[in-house]
């Protein structure tokens, strides 16, 4: 008998990286529009989980409306000899993978930032309970990570319950990102290597280190060195860091020679601690986004959780899109909320002293890992709105971005010159293009180009 012979829908690697639109969705769980919304894994002891116990606090999900979204909560106890504090995130993040082994059932995000849909084909044949949804956590927890002994689950979607949970696991969360601060990259021989996302990126590998988060945020160094020794199959393994190649980007031999072999040749150089040239690679899970702003030469920052437009009229969801999808995309950075507090944040770029503008939510949720001389003169939505006010912004403050600036010269204008074009010998059989008519543009299309210019003039000549 299958393991999941009773189960109304199909269960298995194949439905992963589904994606439910909104006019297919049945019901969706937590998501942008909805501020309370969590994933917790705590560790307890043996006498204080009942396995396999699932229970639900609030409607279940025939009693949520169709096509809306819900405040949801989900805590995830475990118990086990081998199942220690420093497993709780890791057990976190494979939610998102097993949710997604459901045909029908949506999962992003980690922590605070879910957006779980079912759909409405599922829904009608018979994927009606969050009973059904926890026996099939259990059977792939059970089987998947056997370290774990004993696991229960609670769903949450009373709304009081789950604003009173997720006060609760935000300062969980916050313990655990404390616990891995003050460790330097230096002091240790291998980070760690996280594949769990490549579903929907398959060229993406997060590279985990003492200063360096999971994009998603759920991962610290610690997480994966835990991980890693429980689970050494697993889709968070061992990177040995090799020779270092640059100690300011954070570029290293041994992640480079991964990163090639998990990208399937795709990726051949990732540098950790920059956002130009080869930077790390993001699949869609991260928390924010790091944006470059030509016209200030700055960058911006971008939580998930921000609904509004940043200083250069571009949403997060727009942001994402420019960033996701396991590229390297210059100018354009996955980044976890934690790596934000790290001293080698972006310290290729210039670190804080190059960020021009984020919203005040994240600020005030970072701002003592600012450099004092710095975070007031970083704008949010609250001081300018686009980048004629942030421009006036940063110099009225003095921000150090001001210094690169360089004003651009008047340039002459310069007659124009008779161009000859030159007479060109054609191989055998290849026939020119003749008698283009009036009017008819001649295209020329750059594929895989790199331009650069100090300076681009743009000049309408008119009477020709």
Not at 37 to 61: C, N, S, W, Y
Not at 200 to 216: D, E, G, K, M, S
Request: proline residues 6%; contains cysteine; aromatic residues 10%.
């Amino acid at each position: 008998m299958s393991m999941f012979e009773d189960i109304p829908v199909g269960v298995g690697i194949i439905y992963e990286g589904e994606r439910i639109r909104g006019r297919e969705m049945q019901v969706e769980l937590g998501g942008p529009r909805e501020q309370y919304k969590f994933e917790l894994v705590q560790a307890r002891g043996m006498d204080e989980v009942e396995d396999g116990k699932i229970t639900i606090i609030g409607p279940d999900i025939p009693g949520l409306k169709q096509g809306t979204n819900n405040p949801f909560g989900l805590l995830v106890e475990v118990a086990g000899r081998e199942v220690e504090k420093d497993l709780e995130g890791v057990i976190e993040r494979r939610i998102h993978e097993y949710l997604n082994f459901i045909e029908g059932f949506m999962h992003l995000n980690q922590r605070y930032d879910i957006q779980l849909r079912l759909s409405k084909k599922s829904y009608e044949r018979g994927l009606n309970s969050f009973n059904l949804i926890g026996k099939i956590l259990y059977r792939l927890f059970k089987s998947e990570m056997p370290f774990i002994e004993k696991i229960q689950f609670t769903f949450i979607t009373d709304p009081p319950t789950v604003k009173e949970w997720y006060e609760k696991a935000m300062r969980v969360y916050e313990e655990r990102d404390a616990r891995a601060r003050g460790m330097s990259d230096d002091e240790v021989e291998v980070f760690y290597g996280c594949s769990l996302c490549q579903s929907f990126a398959p060229t993406h590998l997060c590279v985990i280190t003492p200063q360096r988060y999971a994009n998603c945020g759920a991962i610290s160094w610690f997480d994966g060195r835990a991980t890693a020794k429980v689970d050494p199959k697993g889709p968070v393994f061992e990177i040995p860091k090799g020779a270092l190649i640059d100690p300011v980007k954070g570029e290293y031999e041994g992640v480079n020679r991964t990163i090639q072999v998990k990208s399937l040749g795709e990726i051949q150089r990732v540098q950790l601690y920059t956002a130009f040239g080869y930077p790390h690679t993001s699949c869609g899970c991260f928390e924010g986004v790091a944006f470059y702003i030509p016209e200030v030469d700055g960058f911006g920052l971008v939580h998930r959780g921000f609904k509004g437009q940043t200083v250069n009229g571009l949403d997060f969801v727009t942001l994402s899109d420019l960033t996701a999808g396991g590229r390297q995309v210059d100018g354009f950075h996955g980044v976890s909320i934690e790596y934000m507090r790290s001293p080698k944040f972006l310290q290729a770029d210039g670190g804080w002293s190059r960020i021009v503008w984020m919203p005040s939510e994240i600020k005030e949720r970072v701002k003592d890992f600012i450099p004092t001389d710095i975070v007031d003169k970083i704008a949010t939505e609250k001081e300018v709105a686009n980048l004629e006010g942030l421009r006036s912004f940063l110099k009225e403050r003095g921000h150090p971005i001001v210094e690169r600036w360089i004003e651009a010269k008047p340039v002459e204008a310069e007659a124009p010159k008779e161009v000859v074009a030159p007479t060109l010998e054609l191989p055998p059989g290849m026939v020119p293009i003749q008698g283009i008519p009036a009017g008819m543009g001649l295209k020329i299309i750059l594929k895989n180009a790199k331009i650069r210019a100090e300076r681009m003039i743009i000049r309408v000549e008119r009477g020709k």
